[in-house]
């Protein structure tokens, strides 16, 4: 079982900057790569940035290229994800996910809202 904790979700005002932080934890024997979606009231999960665990190749959504920045640290099982330049459309859910040898498993969610 592999389990993921976010942290660094809050409220900021447009303009903005937050820093998401997800740890991994469990019996993990390899990660193949490390993410982040996102959910807004009424819309469906989507895709924001992926970070792969060797190589650091990343994936940006176009919504978000430019002013996020997604890494990782290998010895701690953490991915970052640097947010700025935030706008009220960023306002969701953030989740984490991994992806592992033994599938596929995600965080509970921190909350970001860009509001004044």
């Known amino acids: 079982q592999v389990q993921l904790v976010e942290s660094g979700g809050g409220l900021v005002q447009p303009g903005g900057s937050l820093r998401l932080s997800c740890t991994a934890s469990?019996?993990?024997?390899?990660?193949?790569?490390m993410g982040w979606f996102r959910q807004a009231p009424g819309k469906e999960r989507e895709f924001v940035a992926a970070?792969?665990?060797?190589?650091?190749?990343?994936n940006y959504a176009d919504s978000v290229r430019g002013r996020f920045t997604i890494s990782k640290d290998n010895a701690k099982n953490t991915v970052y994800l640097q947010m700025n330049t935030l706008k009220p459309e960023d306002t969701a859910v953030y989740y984490c996910?991994?992806?592992?040898?033994?599938?596929?498993?995600w965080g509970q969610g921190t909350q970001v809202t860009v509001s004044s």
């Open positions: 996910n991994v992806h592992t040898t033994t599938g596929t498993f």
């Open positions: 970070i792969s665990w060797s190589g650091d190749i990343t």
């Open positions: 469990g019996i993990i024997f390899r990660i193949y790569a």
